[in-house]
């Protein structure tokens, strides 16, 4: 992965400047090599740190109410 493809990439989706991206971790979990596709998730996933426990509870409840309706 590029770093600075991916960056991108999750700059635009989140909406947050380049320079609140920390760093870049690559990990293949060994149960899944030979399994799926290496491409799979190209640009990986993202993890969001929420220092504010009233917007992080606010947060749960809305993928709460996405999970319920799904």
Do not use: A, C, D
């Amino acid at each position: 992965m590029r770093r600075e493809k991916t960056i991108s990439f999750w700059q635009e989706i989140t909406g947050l400047p380049k320079n609140r991206f920390g760093k870049i971790y690559l990990g293949i979990s060994k149960s899944s090599s030979n399994k799926r596709p290496f491409n799979r998730l190209p640009y990986g996933t993202v993890m969001i740190r929420v220092n504010n426990t009233n917007l992080f509870h606010n947060i749960m409840g809305w993928v709460e109410g996405i999970k319920e309706k799904t």
